[in-house]
């Protein structure tokens, strides 16, 4: 139990220091780019991983439909996030994907047939009222709509979360995030071949960055739920908020506004009656 919950905190730090990197190459490449350059670095460090740790076995599956459809969903997902990520403070971009877990509640009774009490309803309405906190909707979001690309970022999270339920029963977590990282470049390079740059010595550093801190969070949450189950785990997810406040501060001088750490309060308590409550259902 204990190892998961610590290599759950590392792939927390892990995903914050990835989306620092983002921010900070942002101003050189676009997102399609850099999920390029995140699945090359990512997967060189994978597969050595892969082939020193398990047997061949583990690149082969019987399930490539269902990878290839994680893996279009999370890629575009992932475009999603880093688009945020270059447009908002990095505490409320982290803040609006936390938006994820409500999505999976709302969307579990049509897309996986799961039943949905009062309780989880109304803490899926509390939950948005505090999306809407954090997003300040209004007119002028037309103009810089990126509050909307971070749900819509949480939306296709919520999505990969399911089709990874469906997943997990057969296949090694490692050979879905093999898949997805694949999936990844091959639908990226077209557009960073052609479009793209490669990165200057100053951009260098933070691009590579962003490939490391892929591997190292993509291995340490697959691994953590081996040691513990994902209810027992998700809270501790939420430290995320801390560390996206620490890293808005050091690198731009950002601090939440009241209105964000009151939206963050009330999506994260949103979130943890959730688990509550499926935990008390599963007895």
Same mark, same amino acid.
């Given at each position: 139990?204990?190892?998961?919950?610590?290599?759950?905190?590392?792939?927390?730090?892990?995903?914050?220091?990835?989306? %620092?990197?983002?921010? #900070?190459?942002?101003?050189?490449?676009?997102?399609?780019?850099?999920?390029?350059?995140?699945?090359?670095?990512?997967?060189?460090?994978?597969?050595?991983?892969?082939?020193?740790?398990?047997?061949?076995?583990?690149?082969?599956?019987?399930?490539?439909?269902?990878?290839?459809?994680?893996?279009?969903?999370?890629?575009?997902?992932?475009?999603?996030?880093?688009?945020?990520?270059?447009?908002?403070?990095?505490?409320?971009? %982290? @803040?609006?994907?936390?938006?994820?877990?409500?999505?999976? %509640? =709302?969307?579990?009774?049509?897309?996986?047939?799961?039943?949905?009490?009062?309780?989880?309803?109304?803490?899926?309405?509390?939950?948005?009222?505090?999306?809407?906190?954090?997003?300040?909707?209004?007119?002028?979001?037309?103009?810089?709509?990126?509050?909307?690309?971070?749900?819509?970022?949480?939306?296709?999270?919520?999505?990969?979360?399911?089709?990874?339920?469906?997943?997990?029963?057969?296949?090694?977590?490692?050979?879905?995030?093999?898949?997805? #990282?694949?999936?990844?470049?091959?639908?990226?390079?077209?557009?960073?071949?052609?479009?793209?740059?490669?990165?200057?010595?100053?951009?260098?550093?933070?691009?590579?960055?962003?490939?490391?801190?892929?591997?190292?969070?993509?291995?340490?949450?697959?691994?953590?739920?081996?040691?513990?189950?994902?209810?027992?785990?998700?809270?501790? =997810?939420?430290?995320?908020?801390?560390? @996206?406040?620490?890293?808005?501060?050091?690198?731009?001088?950002?601090?939440?506004?009241?209105?964000?750490?009151?939206?963050?309060?009330?999506?994260?308590?949103?979130?943890?009656?959730?688990?509550?409550?499926?935990?008390?259902?599963?007895?």
């Amino acid at each position: 139990m204990y190892k998961g919950i610590i290599l759950i905190l590392i792939a927390t730090l892990g995903i914050v220091l990835m989306n %620092t990197c983002v921010k #900070m190459s942002s101003f050189a490449h676009d997102p399609v780019e850099m999920v390029f350059y995140r699945g090359i670095i990512a997967l060189s460090l994978l597969i050595p991983y892969m082939l020193v740790t398990q047997s061949p076995a583990v690149f082969k599956t019987k399930r490539i439909k269902a990878h290839l459809y994680r893996a279009i969903v999370g890629n575009l997902g992932v475009g999603f996030v880093f688009w945020t990520y270059a447009r908002l403070p990095m505490t409320d971009a %982290t @803040a609006l994907l936390f938006a994820a877990p409500l999505f999976v %509640t =709302t969307l579990s009774p049509i897309l996986l047939k799961e039943k949905t009490d009062l309780y989880r309803w109304s803490a899926v309405i509390v939950g948005f009222t505090g999306i809407l906190l954090i997003a300040r909707p209004s007119v002028s979001i037309l103009s810089n709509p990126a509050s909307l690309i971070g749900l819509a970022g949480a939306l296709c999270m919520a999505l990969v979360d399911m089709a990874l339920r469906n997943l997990g029963r057969t296949d090694d977590p490692l050979t879905t995030v093999f898949y997805f #990282m694949l999936v990844g470049v091959v639908i990226s390079a077209p557009y960073a071949l052609i479009f793209g740059s490669l990165p200057d010595m100053n951009v260098l550093p933070w691009v590579i960055g962003i490939g490391i801190f892929t591997a190292i969070q993509q291995v340490a949450k697959t691994t953590a739920f081996r040691f513990a189950e994902a209810s027992l785990l998700a809270p501790y =997810t939420y430290t995320a908020i801390v560390w @996206a406040t620490l890293t808005g501060w050091i690198f731009w001088k950002d601090f939440p506004t009241l209105a964000v750490i009151l939206g963050t309060l009330v999506v994260i308590g949103s979130n943890l009656f959730i688990v509550w409550r499926v935990g008390q259902n599963s007895r």
